[in-house]
């Protein structure tokens, strides 16, 4: 069985996480009334995993460019492997334009990205009351198809350790 590089395995797990973590920090802090010391941290935080995850999304892709990923297995059914290459490609679309649209939201609201209150990211674009409502949906939009694909994902993933009992999860497993 060919298994995933030991830094693609990793890049792919802490990615995972931070996308998890965001996700969260996402929903929980737009339920926030108001304008809090609280809110405004956890917006902080948010912004903070966004530039840190489309900066490990870069360098997996980058990685993954240079070291295919292992081949499909021969018992995939080709209309299986022509969905899971679909899959891959949107993920890997959707963890780079979601901080993107984040980011550009966060500008056009008028809100410039500090990564980790220390390092200010270049500002694009002015403070843009229209485009903010649509970067706002945008975001929106990109994040609840990125929830629909991991969850396809990892449907897909536990067909094949439970029903296939392929070893295809254990590719990517450390």
């Not at 901080?99 to 609201?109: E, H, K, R, T």
């Not at 903010?132 to 694909?149: E, F, P, T």
Request: with cysteine.
């Amino acid at each position: 069985m060919q298994r995933y590089t030991r830094t693609a395995i990793w890049l792919h797990w802490l990615i995972a996480a931070l996308i998890v973590a965001s996700f969260s920090l996402g929903v929980t802090m737009v339920d926030i009334p108001g304008l809090t010391p609280t809110k405004l941290k956890y917006f902080s935080w948010h912004k903070w995993l966004g530039v840190t995850i489309f900066a490990l999304a870069c360098v997996r892709l980058l990685w993954r460019l240079r070291h295919p990923a292992p081949p499909y297995l021969d018992s995939m059914p080709r209309w299986q492997q022509k969905a899971a290459a679909a899959l891959h490609f949107l993920l890997y679309v959707l963890i780079i334009a979601i901080p993107v649209s984040g980011y550009f939201y966060s500008l056009a609201a008028g809100v410039p990205v500090v990564y980790l209150g220390i390092v200010p990211l270049p500002v694009f674009i002015g403070p843009d009351p229209e485009l903010k409502v649509i970067l706002k949906q945008v975001h929106y939009v990109l994040n609840m198809s990125l929830l629909a694909a991991v969850v396809l994902h990892v449907a897909a993933a536990l067909k094949h350790q439970f029903i296939d009992r392929d070893d295809v999860l254990r590719r990517m497993l450390p």
